[in-house]
Nanobody
Framework: QVQLAESGGGLVEAGGSLRLSCTASGRSFRLYGVAWFRQIPGEEEREFVASINYNGGTSQYSESVKGRFTISRDNGENTVYLLMNSLKVEDTAVYYC???????????????WGQGTQVTVSS
């Protein structure tokens, strides 16, 4: 069983940066792919943001964040990071990390989720 906890969210001005962390319990975390999703309050769907495979060798990004966000992981620290640069107002959302054996861009594939962290970008 993997338990996830996000941190690092907050309020930032447009053009600024934040780094989110997803810290996991359990030694098996190093075998899991991890993805970040985001959800705007009131919307049902969680939007795929980025994913990384178990050893960090492969990553994937949505078109809306490609070139601005970077996903990485430190398996020794059981943590996956999302570095967000050049933030835009439209990046405002609750950001969630999720884990499964094989990384996917479909939220329905994931059974392990964190509680989310709010990111607010002001104009």
């Amino acid at each position: 069983q993997v338990q996830l906890a996000e941190s690092g969210g907050g309020l930032v001005e447009a053009g600024g940066s934040l780094r989110l962390s997803c810290t996991a319990s359990g030694r098996s975390f190093r075998l899991y792919g991890v993805a970040w999703f985001r959800q705007i309050p009131g919307e049902e769907e969680r939007e795929f943001v980025a994913s990384i495979n178990y050893n960090g060798g492969t990553s994937q990004y949505s078109e809306s964040v490609k070139g601005r966000f970077t996903i990485s992981r430190d398996n020794g620290e059981n943590t996956v990071y999302l570095l967000m640069n050049s933030l835009k107002v439209e990046d405002t959302a609750v950001y969630y990390c999720a884990a499964r054996p094989w990384a996917s861009d479909d939220s329905k594939d994931y059974g392990h989720w964190g509680q989310g962290t709010q990111v607010t970008v002001s104009s």
